[in-house]
């Protein structure tokens, strides 16, 4: 099998999990569902894929979403993956939609996101091209921001603007206009009732370039497809509203496998051990019970990492010694591997729950690290400041007036370029 017949991917989750395959957006990377993987990869196996010439993949162009669709096919086979859950966004939504039809029986569900039965008009598409072609991808990239976001999102997240605008300039010009060309000729209009799977269809209620009106084409041309709108989004909507998304395909995934008698088994929920009885306690033996103590640990500590960051857990782990060595492991055994693995409520509003505790007792030194794992767990900017708003009336106004001034250090860290934030990260306090 050569190169120009697969694509550039990668896979996190469990291998015997259920696969769900993750397409990205034109001119985006694999990267654009970074946010999504924590929570994913607790229920399914997640491939990622680039576009060719996307994110340094091989530059073997496809001008069509077929062409894409049977490289994607080819990569799982490639893969040993025969059937499998697949959300796409901008074109990876069409990639999805040619999958269902060109590959129905390894289908097993789908999720469209910002996506339309036909993008724009075939002139449009072609016109990009010629601007490529002139003048490189530098004035796409940066109107990229505009198409991508909303005002309010793109003010307060200037590092990921950034980000996005870096992405498209970095992205090959022969396999961007041979994307474009993809974009022209996709037209699913008269062929939306072929899709036989349960479909989710989720549009940002912002979104211009494939707005909510699109979003409901498709739900109306799909049989078995139902609507999602998410507030505050644009048209990069898991990047923008990260665990809106998230959630919303956690709910879809596990609901249409479960339905699907074809499909693979219903992911296994993740849950919190189950408290034994003091008798059958007192009957482990030891062995037993130090290893109940390392699966919960090791659990922890993969939780942990993920809300916390890699570099402030390992910060923690060099400064640990022998006199705070027994605490941290209590807390990583606990706090993160029996109460945050928990399935109640997400890590979202786990999230909400720390940061109103942590304010109210004034601990301003975990406030600021949970301020950073809030926005990491998807929390905006502005919900964070809701939530302490909302904790100065139950808990007292100088309470949130201190938890305000560390929480706003911390976004105004968050929100510089990576090599200021990096230096900033590194006197952060060490939180649980």
Known sequence: MTPAQTLQHRTDGPDDAPVLVLGPALGATWHMWDRQIPELTRHWRVLRFDLPGHGGSPAYSADSADT??????????????????????????????????????????????????????????RQRGVVVRTNGLDPIARTTPERWFTPAFAAAQPAIVEWAVQMVRTTDPGCYIAACEAMASFD??????????????????????????????????????????????????????????????????????????????????????????????????????????????????????????????????????????????????YAWGEIWTRTGIDRRTRSVVTLTALAARGHHEELAAHTRAALRNGLTPDEIKEVLLHTGIYCGLPAANAAFTVAQRVIREETTPEDRRAAQEDNEPHGI
């Open 188 to 333: 699913a209009q008269q062929t939306l009732g072929g899709v036989g799977v349960p479909t989710l269809v989720v549009a940002g209620a912002e979104d211009e370039t494939t707005p909510p009106a699109e979003a409901r084409a498709l739900v109306a041309g799909i049989p078995d497809a139902r609507l999602a709108i998410v507030p505050g989004a644009s048209h990069l909507t898991p990047v923008e509203q990260p665990g809106a998304v998230t959630d919303l395909l956690i709910r879809h995934f596990t609901t249409s496998w479960q339905q699907s008698p074809a499909g693979p088994p219903a992911p296994a929920p993740v849950i919190a051990p189950v408290p034994q009885q003091a008798s059958a306690v007192a009957e482990l033996e030891s062995a037993e019970r130090a290893a109940l103590r390392t699966d919960s640990y090791d659990t922890g500590m993969k939780v942990r990492r993920e809300v916390l960051g890699d570099a402030h857990v390992d910060r923690v782990g060099e400064e640990t010694d022998d006199f705070t060595a027994d605490f941290q492991h209590l807390a990583t055994r």
């Open 68 to 125: 894409l669709a049977e490289r994607l096919l080819a990569t799982l086979d490639q893969l040993g993956v025969d059937r499998f859950g697949y959300a796409g966004c901008d074109i990876g939504g069409a990639i999805g939609m040619r999958l269902a039809l060109l590959a129905a029986q390894r289908v097993s569900s789908l999720a469209l996101i910002s996506s339309s039965p036909r993008y724009d008009t075939p002139d449009s598409w």
